[in-house]
């Protein structure tokens, strides 16, 4: 068995003098499994994503990621592991729109220190497999939602991480780019990726994931995994 990608060990959050907003949790996340969260609000999946990609801290615990004590690290060193280790795609894209595409993509590359040229080619090739290499050098604001989201992707991976993190990434997307948004993150997936899905959208879960973690109230109440049948 290889080691995990993550690794959540007694993991507990609170905040202030309430109940946890997650924990306690024990959760592993293995190389090149899809796993879908699924919860309903409240139930501590953006509490999860943020202390995975070290944006807070837990109350008690250990989170391990890529080898990484990432319950350890100050703010430089977060900030450092999330370029190297973490690719993050959100609901409503981020992108910068004074940045044409490829500017956007080269961002996380340019803030690591990767030499420009292999940055140039890391970001072409990104754009060319996953079709929106003829708009690099058009603005965000003149593409389509689904368009968006694949640039985005691109941006998370320029700089190869080990782990993707998509938060709710069809939420803001009309029915056909979320047809389109679901079966890139399966072809994703199907390269080797490693991927950890928040979503309220079952069939998005179903269609992309091969493992499926439901919390509530913080706490896990099921892990099963999920046949290629249902994929």
């Known amino acids: 068995m290889p080691a995990p990608v993550i690794e959540f060990k007694q993991v507990v959050k609170r905040y202030e003098d309430g109940p946890p907003a997650l924990g306690p949790v024990e959760l592993s996340v293995y190389p090149g499994e899809a796993v879908a969260l699924l919860g309903p609000s409240g139930s501590g999946k953006s509490t999860f994503l943020n202390l995975v990609a070290a944006l807070d801290r837990p109350t008690e615990g250990e989170i391990t990621v890529d080898g990484v004590r990432v319950d350890r690290l100050g703010e430089a ?3 450092k592991y999330r370029r190297a280790r973490i690719g993050m795609v959100f609901q409503f894209f981020n992108l910068i729109d004074d940045l044409c595409v490829m500017d956007n993509v080269l961002l ?58 998509a938060d709710e990434p069809t939420g803001a997307l009309d029915t056909a780019s979320r047809e389109d948004v679901k079966e890139l993150i399966r072809e994703l997936n199907e390269q080797g990726q490693t991927i950890v899905l928040v979503t309220h959208d079952e069939d998005l879960a179903t269609g992309c994931a091969s493992r499926e973690v439901r919390l509530l109230d913080g706490c896990v109440v099921s892990d099963q995994t999920l046949s290629a049948v249902t994929r």
Do not use: C, F, M
Request: hydrophobic share 45%; proline share 7%.
């Open 77 to 79: 060193a977060a900030a």
């Open 108 to 165: 996380p590359a340019q803030l690591a220190g990767l030499n420009r040229a292999e940055a140039r080619d890391r970001a072409w090739t990104l754009l060319q497999s996953l079709g929106v290499d003829a708009y690099a050098k058009h603005y965000p604001g003149r593409l389509s939602g689904g368009e968006r989201q694949r640039v985005a992707v691109a941006r998370a991976l320029i700089n190869r991480p080990p782990l993707l993190l």
